[in-house]
């Protein structure tokens, strides 16, 4: 089976600019996560998704932070314009009824901004 | 915020000795999992345990839950050095959303 596609590994972008990041979640999981990861720290929610509806975007930095699931299956996130404190790992993870309580993380995007 | 607070933050053991990794929180839960992450890759569930278990085994691993002192604890007996990486508490409340709150982590180093 597939695990979480998520691309690009990384990415180094100047302040103000705007970057995407692409998740492609395991088959049939219906629930989708983003996480932000800071350098030794936990990973935080962002948002999720349940199919193509947004189940809790609270702590999504509306201003800057965008994400779609359009389809109900790929995610994207976008961060425009970004800010030094946006370096990070951005982790997506999705979830299936069928599999209970767990998550299935991707290998992440580390996102540096100068 | 935060739910899960681990202790110690690092952890540095000779191969074959046990780590034990402690997680608290603050609200009530449904279940709490267990992660772990390697160096530059993303987490990797362990193991589950409910609100209404108090010890649970996978293998080399050993978690207790003690939900009135809002606690867990992860034991790795008999440790490797493919054991080497931070370790993650993660808490689930009830309710339909099934988020996870996850704590700051513990680094463990198993010295070879």
């Known amino acids: 089976e597939a695990g979480v596609a998520q691309s690009p590994r990384y990415k180094i972008i100047e302040k103000r600019q705007s970057v995407a990041f692409w998740c492609n979640p395991i088959?049939?999981?219906?629930?989708l996560y983003w996480y932000q990861q800071i350098l030794g720290q936990g990973p935080k929610l962002l948002i999720q998704?349940?199919?193509?509806?947004?189940?809790?975007d609270s702590q999504l930095p509306k201003d800057r932070f965008s994400a779609e699931r359009l389809k109900g299956v790929d995610s994207t996130l976008k961060i425009q314009p970004a800010k030094l404190e946006d370096s990070a790992v951005y982790l997506c993870?999705?979830?299936?009824?069928?599999?209970?309580?767990?998550?299935?993380f991707g290998s992440g995007t580390q996102l540096s901004v100068l | 915020s935060q739910q899960g607070e681990e202790d110690p933050q690092a952890l540095s053991i000779q191969e074959g000795e046990n780590a034990t990794m402690n997680c608290s929180y603050k609200?009530?839960?449904?279940?709490l999992q267990w992660y772990r992450q390697n160096s530059g890759r993303g987490l990797v569930h362990l193991i589950l345990i409910r609100s209404n278990e108090r010890e649970k085994h996978s293998g080399r691993l050993r978690v207790t839950l003690d939900t009135s002192k809002k606690s867990s604890s992860l034991l790795i007996t008999a440790s490797r050095a493919a054991d080497t990486a931070s370790y993650f508490c993660a808490t689930a409340r009830g309710g339909s959303a099934r988020q996870l709150t996850f704590g700051s982590g513990t680094q463990l180093t198993v010295l070879p």
């Open positions: 998704f349940q199919n193509n509806g947004v189940v809790d």
């Open positions: 993870a999705s979830r299936s009824d069928r599999e209970g309580e767990k998550l299935f």
């Open positions: 088959s049939g999981h219906a629930t």
């Open positions: 609200t009530s839960i449904n279940n």
